[in-house]
Every structure is written in structure tokens, then in C-alpha cells.
T-cell receptor, first 112, second 113 residues
Framework: GQQVMQIPQYQHVQEGEDFTTYCNSS?????IQWYKQRPGGHPVFLIQ?????EVKKQKRLTFQFGEAKKNSSLHITATQTTDVGTYFC????????????FGAGTQVVVTP | DGGITQSPKYLFRKEGQNVTLSCEQN?????MYWYRQDPGQGLRLIYY???????QKGDIAEGYSVSREKKESFPLTVTSAQKNPTAFYLC????????????FGPGTRLLVL
């Protein structure tokens, strides 16, 4: 079945630095979504990518969908303490009816 | 104030006991989902429902049951057959079944005594 892998599992970042988290699917995706979960909270939708090669930006966050629609990345520039949390990607397979397959997440810790 | 509510926030279960977790949404969403989250892991789908009176097993349905008698409500029962129920349970909904954004409730933390 469809599997979504995320790397790294943990990311320790100095405040002000940049980092990237990656998401890879074993199958081609219809779309990919990114969610953020703050410590003790619930996942909150960030963005959805649908088109091959699509790039979207939200302030310091840049999201990219691969040309083959099997991988995605989230790049954060000038990391701030408010970026702390776990970032999940979730892929929708081409034949999986609305069933998102979540990656295990990248837990981000920011050091002041 | 629209959204998804889950209750209770914390729940304690004794050995051999069934417990039911509540999930209600007033977003008029057709699809609803239950996920389980364990520390350091992603979200695993337990059950999902596209429409009222219909639901499907997810990846880890064993030991769980659901009902969808109303569009707004999708309760999850953790039965005594679930041998390792301690986890964070998240309910979500989406407008329809076509891979739309999922909106999550605040979650219920279940602990076995």
C-alpha cells in the first residue's frame, strides 16, 4: 500500500537558521498537504499542493511538490521560536478516496 | 463558533471496560475521520465515514467501533478488545471525500488504569 516517509524525524535548529524537511511517497500522489502540530495541540492545516512542480510560499515557509508528484519539501528560513512543533505531510493517493496517508512527522526544536 | 469538538479531553479506562469518545462538528462536513497518535509517530487512521449511516475501516480498526447516525456526530468506542488503547485520539472532518483539507478537533487523551 501507499507509504509516506518523512525525514528527518527530529530537527534541532538554532534560531535564525534555515532548515528543510522532506516527504517521500511510494506512489504517485493526487495532492499533498502539510500540517503543523504544536506541542500538546492538534494538527492544523498549512497548505495543499496539487500540481507537478508547484511551489507555494507562506511568509518564511516555502513548500514544493516534486515533478513526479511523489515527493515534497518544506523549507523554513530564519527559524523563530514560534516554529516549534511537529510538521506532518499527508499524501492523497490517486486511488485512495480521501484517505490521507500521514508521514511520521518532523519534530522541530528551536534553540534561542 | 464553527469547528470540531471532542470530549472528554482526558479519559481513564479500567481494564476490560469499553469507553466512548465524542466528536461533534458544525461545519456541515460530509466526511469524518478518527486517528490515533502515539508518541513520536504520525497519525494512523482508525475509521472514516463519507456519509451518514456509512463508515469504513481504516488501517488499525481492530478493537474499535464507530457509528454515524447524524452528520454532525461520529463517536468512537474503544472496546476491551483493544489491548493497548493508551494514546491521543484525534477526530477530523473534511468538506467531502475528494481529499479536501481536514480540520482536527482538540483530541482526547486516553489512559488505561
Amino acid at each position: 500500500g501507499q507509504q509516506v516517509m518523512q525525514i528527518p524525524q527530529y530537527q534541532h535548529v538554532q534560531e535564525g537558521e534555515d532548515f528543510t524537511t522532506y516527504c517521500n511517497s511510494s506512489t504517485t500522489l493526487s495532492n499533498i498537504q502539510w500540517y503543523k502540530q504544536r506541542p500538546g495541540g492538534h494538527p492544523v492545516f498549512l497548505i495543499q499542493l496539487v500540481k507537478s512542480g508547484e511551489v507555494k510560499k507562506q511568509k518564511r515557509l516555502t513548500f514544493q511538490f516534486g515533478e513526479a508528484k511523489k515527493n515534497s519539501s518544506l523549507h523554513i528560513t530564519a527559524t523563530q521560536t514560534t516554529d516549534v512543533g511537529t510538521y506532518f505531510c499527508a499524501g492523497l493517493g490517486t486511488d485512495s478516496w480521501g484517505k490521507l496517508q500521514f508521514g511520521a512527522g518532523t519534530q522541530v526544536v528551536v534553540t534561542p | 463558533d464553527g469547528g470540531i469538538t471532542q470530549s472528554p479531553k482526558y479519559l481513564f479506562r479500567k481494564e476490560g471496560q469499553n469507553v466512548t469518545l465524542s466528536c461533534e462538528q458544525n461545519l456541515n462536513h460530509d466526511a469524518m475521520y478518527w486517528y490515533r497518535q502515539d508518541p513520536g509517530q504520525g497519525l494512523r487512521l482508525i475509521y472514516y465515514s463519507q456519509i451518514v449511516n456509512d463508515f469504513q475501516k481504516g488501517d488499525i480498526a481492530e478493537g474499535y467501533s464507530v457509528s454515524r447516525e447524524k452528520k454532525e456526530s461520529f463517536p468512537l468506542t474503544v472496546t476491551s478488545a483493544q489491548k493497548n488503547p493508551t494514546a491521543f485520539y484525534l477526530c477530523a472532518s473534511s468538506r467531502d471525500r475528494e481529499g479536501e483539507t481536514q480540520y482536527f478537533g482538540p483530541g482526547t487523551r486516553l489512559l488505561v488504569l
